[in-house]
T-cell receptor, first 117, second 109 residues
Framework: GAVVSQHPSRVICKSGTSVKIECRSL??????MFWYRQFPKKSLMLMAT?????????EQGVEKDKFLINHASLTLSTLTVTSAHPEDSSFYIC?????????????FGPGTRLTVT | GQNIDQPTEMTATEGAIVQINCTYQ??????LFWYQQHAGEAPTFLSY??LDGLEEKGRFSSFLSRSKGYSYLLLKELQMKDSASYLC??????????WGAGTKLIIKP
């Protein structure tokens, strides 16, 4: 149980375009999902916390107008990178909490590698 | 405030044992997690400790001392595939994970 999927796994886009990444909890309901970014050989960095039915909470330094988060249902959160630039190239990972057995554990999706050319 | 410290990098030999330490300072305590992250992949859950003592799970064991704010992950019979980063994390009062920077473990033949 507690499987999280992420789509797409890899995406290459041109500078100035927008990219949407989906995160789904497959076998549990997740009222809270998290979006992380990780640059090569760097630590996991929390970008935002996504709550179902409400606005996401962004970490300091993360532009909410650039990284749009929508958590429309208990099993789906999306991250849209708007007007992407090469510096946005990174590994984006989502995670979700299973509130039924919640002790804080996060289940991670496999990640999306974004390359902006 | 809340803070988690773990070594940046460690090196060990295949077949040996390695202990990765984690110290934490939190306003409350709701358990401690260890995750493994291979390069280019997402983290995967390894262990959860909420009571003092050692939890053994195959080649991996995790220890917790709440009074000392200290945990370690013990890896036995090291294999090359154990080369990865190991992340220590503790939930805050809202059960949102506070992450350590991770310890990169390098296994040499």
């Amino acid at each position: 149980g507690a499987v999280v999927s992420q789509h797409p796994s890899r995406v290459i886009c041109k500078s100035g375009t927008s990219v949407k990444i989906e995160c789904r909890s497959l076998d549990f309901q997740a009222t809270t999902m998290f979006w992380y970014r990780q640059f090569p050989k760097k630590s996991l960095m929390l970008m935002a916390t996504s709550n179902e039915g409400s606005k996401a909470t962004y970490e300091q330094g993360v532009e909410k107008d650039k990284f749009l988060i929508n958590h429309a249902s208990l099993t789906l959160s999306t991250l849209t990178v708007t007007s992407a630039h090469p510096e946005d190239s990174s590994f984006y990972i989502c995670s979700a909490r299973d509130l039924q057995w919640d002790r804080g554990e996060q289940y991670f999706g496999p990640g999306t590698r974004l390359t902006v050319t | 405030g809340q803070n988690i410290d773990q070594p940046t990098e460690m090196t060990a030999t295949e077949g040996a044992i390695v202990q990765i330490n984690c110290t934490y300072q939190t306003s409350g305590f709701n358990g401690l997690f260890w995750y493994q992250q291979h390069a280019g992949e997402a983290p995967t859950f390894l262990s959860y400790n909420v009571l003092d003592g050692l939890e053994e799970k195959g080649r991996f064991s995790s220890f917790l001392s709440r009074s000392k704010g200290y945990s370690y992950l013990l890896l036995k019979e090291l294999q090359m595939k154990d080369s990865a980063s190991y992340l220590c994390a503790v939930p805050d009062s809202n059960y949102q994970l506070i992450w350590g920077a991770g310890t990169k473990l390098i296994i040499k033949p």
